[in-house]
């Protein structure tokens, strides 16, 4: 009954805080930058440059053959962080930079300040709507599903739940949840922060890697109104450090393996227990961040400058598939909508990389773009 009284109050002051909105939504009071209403990203890339010096999301558009060309820059209101011993991935994270494709809005984290930064969308330009804390320390990934909104704070090691109403998210009351880990402060921070949090794609569960600390997968069962359980089912991959997730067409989590340098496959149960299905070796270094495209799973291995690819049966085995060459640091990918190219981040150089996915996952490089300021940077989304 409390947790009830307390959504109230926090739904109450959403409606409250829209009505007060409507005047500037209507055109009143324009946005600071782009446009007043969101309809929705098209044709675009927007890239994440977790600048410490001002972080930034870099937009641009997408041309009919996939490359592409820049569509503005916008400030996210807060700082890019750097974790210690981090050299090419700031982060050391997966899904920093997230759509939500219900709300046409944008999310960003803005590691160094502890905030996170909510854009509207309008097919390749943004607006900045909301800058709101992130419940923790040094956010590093975020997750939606419906009205839910998850962020992860990779060095207090929590999650802190929010509602999306009407263009901002509000703080869920109680929704705050610990990873019961702690994170070292010295050279092995970056490899020991939790790596993602992602929903299920039915969003009855919350899924967070914990890399180095515990070699878990956390599942925290997700109820009523977006609350979680109040402690996880802890899955533990002795060595494996898993990274990053994704999921196939069957709803099977497929995990980036860091410490083996693998792609791993599971079946997650309702019980929140996962079983093991497959893994297969990349035998390349730092097999970090995972995607797919046309059905084919990419993985990027930041310490051999390569892309993996793997084919999956409907019953979850693997097949490596190969590996394409990118430039210095690859790290965070994404696949367009539909699939037909795949923008890979190159945290060296601060470029990202441009490719068309052929026939059975086969990576075509079609150019480059250089995004300023962005060295080291994380978090990439395309359409």
Not at 77 to 82: E, N, S, T
Request: aromatic share 8%; charged share 10%; net charge negative.
């Amino acid at each position: 009954m409390k947790s009830l009284s307390r959504l109230a109050v926090a739904i109450g002051a959403a409606v409250g805080l829209s009505v007060l909105a409507l005047p500037t939504l209507a055109g009143a009071n324009p946005l600071p930058s782009g446009p007043p209403f969101a309809v929705g990203a098209d044709h675009a890339v927007f890239v994440q440059t977790d600048n410490p010096a001002g972080n930034q999301i870099v937009a641009y558009h997408r041309n009919v053959d996939g490359t592409l060309v820049p569509a503005g820059a916008y400030p996210t209101g807060g700082l890019g962080g750097v974790l210690n011993g981090s050299a090419v991935d700031h982060l050391a994270s997966q899904g920093s930079l997230t759509y939500d494709s219900v709300h046409d809005l944008l999310y960003a984290v803005n590691a160094g300040s502890n905030s996170v930064s909510v854009f509207s969308v309008h097919g390749d330009q943004l607006a900045l709507r909301q800058v709101v804390p992130s419940g923790g320390t040094f956010p590093v990934s975020i997750a939606v599903h419906g009205t839910s909104v998850y962020v992860l704070n990779g060095l207090s090691a929590n999650v802190q739940g929010y509602v999306s109403f009407f263009g901002r998210l509000f703080p869920l009351p109680g929704s705050n949840r610990s990873l019961g880990i702690t994170v070292p402060s010295g050279t092995t921070q970056f490899v020991s922060t939790p790596g993602q949090v992602a929903f299920t794609p039915d969003g009855s569960q919350l899924i967070v890697t914990t890399k180095a600390s515990g070699s878990d997968i956390d599942v925290f069962r997700v109820g009523p109104f977006g609350y979680l359980s109040p402690t996880p089912i802890v899955n533990a991959e002795p060595g494996a450090v898993p990274f990053a997730v994704t999921f196939d067409a069957a709803e099977h989590l497929v995990v980036a393996d860091a410490g083996t340098d693998a792609l791993s496959t599971f079946s997650l149960a309702p019980n929140g227990t996962l079983g093991a299905i497959d893994t297969v070796g990349t035998g390349l270094a730092a097999t970090c961040w995972v995607t797919s495209a046309q059905g084919v799973f990419f993985t990027s291995n930041a310490g051999s400058a390569k892309v993996s690819s793997f084919a999956e049966q409907l019953s979850g085995q693997l097949q490596l598939l190969g590996a394409t060459g990118t430039d210095a640091g690859t790290v965070d990918a994404a696949p367009s909508s539909g699939g037909q190219y795949l923008y890979v981040q190159a945290g060296g150089t601060g470029t990202v990389d441009e490719f068309q996915v052929g026939p059975g996952g086969s990576l075509v490089g079609i150019g480059s773009v250089l995004v300023p300021g962005a060295a080291g940077g994380e978090g990439i989304v395309a359409f």
